[in-house]
């Protein structure tokens, strides 16, 4: 599909059929697997740095980081790359990915670039998109221009602004297809794999209890002399009761909780309620 190309970012010719003398030069949308190439890229440039961070700030934060610690370390991760695309889509910039793609975002009028405040909306529209079972991204295969939830959003479309010579065309098909495998797996991991922000956030505190229920044994060896495989017996010793047994039930899954004893050690043993159901241990030697 073409029409009346603007210029953007790049003096060279938009690659499209021969014109006539009379012809306006026409413009070329940039396609679906061009899109997506370059939204990964992005992606990456955010996110692949965000995880370590994340993980570095949760390992600092220890064993006793809360929940809302976790959920701004997330949301400061996403809101880093809806300004990152909100900035580098409006003016005549554009992102690390499409700059490499040869693609660039412009108003749908194919006026000019799209204005902050639009790049923006766009931005916000991706998570909207996802929000909705990625049906927003579906669009760009229907619409004549390519356009996806987010363009709808934002007022805009992507252009080409390079030629692109035949193998340059096949090497982004085929890099958009490692990609997608490769974005498939990432999120398998967040959600079901253990090296999620999240799922550490789970494990480590089921870790930080059984150090809490191993405090209570030493002051149970302390008051009697033994140590005690009974959880009652040494919730008692809590001061608070029923708010250990809450505590416990919330990170620990019920089956598979054991405290091994013997004259003058202990083991204690669990599964954090993390999806892996991970297992955790404790031990007095």
């Not at 390079?162 to 495998?181: D, H, I, N």
């Not at 002051?219 to 919730?235: F, K």
Request: aromatic residues 12%; glycine residues 8%.
């Amino acid at each position: 599909m073409t029409e009346t190309r603007i210029n953007i970012m790049d003096p060279q010719p938009v690659p499209v059929q021969p014109a006539a003398a009379d012809e306006t030069p026409k413009v070329v949308y940039a396609s679906v697997t061009e899109r997506f190439v370059a939204l990964l890229i992005d992606y990456g440039v955010v996110f692949i740095p965000g995880q370590f961070i994340g993980l570095a700030i949760l390992k600092i934060l220890g064993p006793y980081a809360q929940m809302w610690q976790i959920a701004a370390v997330l949301v400061g991760i996403n809101a880093l790359f809806v300004l990152y695309e909100a900035i580098f889509s409006c003016g005549d910039r554009v992102t690390l990915g499409k700059a490499l793609v040869g693609i660039a975002v412009v108003k749908q009028d194919l006026s000019c670039p799209v204005s902050f405040p639009r790049a923006f909306m766009r931005a916000v529209g991706y998570y909207i998109s996802g929000a909705l079972l990625m049906c927003g991204f579906l669009f760009a295969f229907f619409d004549d221009r390519h356009r996806a939830l987010h363009d709808f959003l934002g007022g805009s479309v992507v252009v080409q602004i390079r030629q692109k010579a035949w193998w340059e065309r096949l090497l982004v098909r085929l890099l958009g297809t490692l990609l997608l495998v490769g974005f498939a797996w990432v999120m398998y991991q967040q959600c079901f794999g253990g090296g999620s922000v999240v799922q550490q956030y789970y494990v480590n505190r089921a870790k930080a209890q059984l150090q809490n229920v191993a405090l209570l044994e030493e002051a149970h060896y302390a008051r009697y002399g033994y140590y005690t495989n009974d959880l009652l017996r040494l919730s008692l010793l809590s001061g608070d009761p029923v708010q250990f047994q809450r505590d416990t039930q919330k990170v620990l899954s019920p089956k598979g909780f054991r405290i091994g004893v013997q004259k003058d050690s202990y083991k204690i043993m669990a599964y954090a309620k993390d999806t892996n159901k991970t297992p955790v241990y404790f031990s007095s030697k």
